[in-house]
Nanobody
Framework: QVKLVESGGGLVQAGGSLRLSCVAS????????MGWFRQAPGKGREFVAG????????DYTNSVKGRFTISRDNAKATVYLQMNSLKPEDTAVYYC??????????????????WGRGTQVTVSS
């Protein structure tokens, strides 16, 4: 069974940086798009970033473009989310997810079938 485990969350001041990591086990990691979603208090879960299996195709939600960078190391079965210039509105539980697609980065949750348990990111003003 595929398992995703996130780490790297925490409390940071506005303008600061964090790097989230997600380690995958149980399948061939490079076969799938990997991504990050987040859920803020009282809101639905939203797509943040996704990266194709080969590392070529990528997409971000507009609010994080230029501040967040997704990357992956297929040899380590790990996907990262580097978050810079953090804002209080970035506060959320961040989830790692694996898509059913190999390269197409789809924002809708229906394309993502495996989820981690989440890691909390809190940005203070």
């Amino acid at each position: 069974q595929v398992k995703l485990v996130e780490s790297g969350g925490g409390l940071v001041q506005a303008g600061g940086s964090l790097r989230l990591s997600c380690v995958a086990s149980g399948r061939t990691f490079s076969d799938n798009v990997m991504g990050w979603f987040r859920q803020a208090p009282g809101k639905g879960r939203e797509f943040v970033a996704g990266l194709g299996g080969s590392g070529i195709s990528t997409d971000y939600t507009n609010s994080v473009k230029g501040r967040f960078t997704i990357s992956r190391d297929n040899a380590k079965a790990t996907v990262y989310l580097q978050m810079n210039s953090l804002k209080p509105e970035d506060t959320a539980v961040y989830y790692c997810a694996a898509s059913i697609y190999a390269e197409a980065v789809i924002h809708g949750e229906g394309a993502w079938t495996v989820w981690g348990r989440g890691t909390q990111v809190t940005v203070s003003s």
